[in-house]
């Protein structure tokens, strides 16, 4: 799993899935506030569309 903080102190992870690469972001009060709705082949792609949906962190 590969994670990052932004500056709104959301927490965004990049996670490998039944079905593939997910991603999730997780406000600082620990509630998931958005997620992937599919699996990616892909990591990249899954990381295209978390940036798409908002990701500015670089997931280490």
Do not use: F, L
């Not at 994670?3 to 509630?31: F, P, V």
């Not at 992937?36 to 997931?59: E, F, L």
């Amino acid at each position: 799993m590969s994670t990052c903080k932004d500056k709104n102190g959301d927490t965004w992870e990049i996670y490998q899935g039944a079905d593939g690469w997910r991603w999730r972001r997780t406000a600082s009060n620990g509630r998931i506030v958005g997620a992937s709705s599919q699996g990616y082949s892909n990591k990249s792609d899954c990381v295209d569309n978390a940036i798409r949906n908002g990701m500015a962190c670089t997931p280490a």
